[in-house]
């Protein structure tokens, strides 16, 4: 019997109201809509991360950014994937941009304002990425200080943004280990998926020694359940195991799949515009409002 169903038979019964719990098994939280904020920047930078392919980084760097743009929040998105998922999510084709994020990376006489595009959407920039990408990770090994780069790029923008995503690619090399120093904050999105779990361990290890040598403000924000499917006991069990695990660092936002993610992609566009009246639309505000109250984004 679902939660829905009953509470409805103990009110029906007279048995009082009954506290009513999400996917994540706590109570249900009204995250309250962000007021405006008074000017833009200096930005919170945060890594969307996680080393395995497939749990949802772009679609939530691209929907999370499209929530926030919508509560006044100026963001650039950036694509640090050589496979280019971004870019291509908004509408910009890898294989036709003269400068990427690599040129950043690779050569000092070109800034990221030289780079970044309008993304179309209102208050959302991109710093785009293809292929060239995948070979900054064996260029950058001879460099000094060569985990710094992406912090040193970014660092002259960060006073036009509020928020600056990043887009990771799936693994743990050296393009990830720069996003993680040059972030302020960590978000993991994790499929609710048992295989899933098993890399989260890793990963958590990676982002302490990050901490610990390189960027000892970084901080985790939180752990993102995606591709949940209400209708399996399975997707429940593994959000009740990271819970166990991680405790307050999961979110109360729970991504639910949908084919409509895949659909708004392929039209280049957030769902929040795509679909905003689906559920999946009002996860992503949802998950914005709940960032902000966490301290997560300003």
Do not use: W
Request: aromatic share 4%; proline share 6%; charged share 20%.
């Amino acid at each position: 019997m679902t939660q829905e169903v009953r509470q409805g038979k103990q009110e029906e019964l007279g048995l009082g109201e009954v506290e009513r719990t999400g996917p994540t098994g706590r109570p249900l939280r009204d995250f309250p809509e962000p007021p405006p904020l008074d000017g833009h920047g200096p930005a919170r930078i945060i890594a969307m991360v996680n080393q395995k392919g497939g749990v949802g980084k772009t679609t939530s760097t691209i929907n999370l950014g499209a929530a926030l743009a919508g509560y006044g929040r100026r963001v650039l998105l950036v694509d640090f994937d050589p496979q280019g998922a971004l870019s291509v999510g908004l509408g910009i084709n890898p294989h036709e941009i003269e400068l990427s994020v690599y040129n950043v990376l690779m050569s000092s006489r070109v800034a990221a304002s030289d780079v970044i595009v309008p993304s179309g959407i209102e208050d959302i920039d991109i710093l785009p990425a293809n292929i060239d990408l995948s070979a900054a990770e064996v260029q950058l090994v001879g460099e000094v200080a060569r985990e710094q780069v992406l912090l040193r790029a970014l660092q002259p923008v960060s006073d036009d943004y509020d928020v600056i995503l990043i887009d990771c690619q799936p693994s743990l090399g050296l393009l990830t280990v720069n996003a993680l120093t040059a972030a302020h904050g960590v978000i993991i999105p994790l499929e609710t998926e048992f295989f899933a779990l098993r890399g989260v361990a890793l990963l958590v290890e990676t982002i302490e020694k990050v901490q610990d040598r390189l960027n000892p403000a970084l901080e985790i924000d939180g752990i993102l359940a995606t591709m949940f499917d209400s209708r399996t006991l399975h997707s429940r069990e593994v959000i009740d195991r990271v819970i166990e695990a991680f405790g307050e660092r999961v979110f109360d936002t729970v991504i639910s799949r949908t084919v409509k993610f895949p659909d708004a992609s392929v039209a280049a566009e957030p769902i929040t515009s795509f679909a905003p009246r689906h559920a999946g639309a009002e996860a992503y505000r949802q998950l914005a409002r709940e960032l902000i109250a966490r301290g997560g984004a300003p």
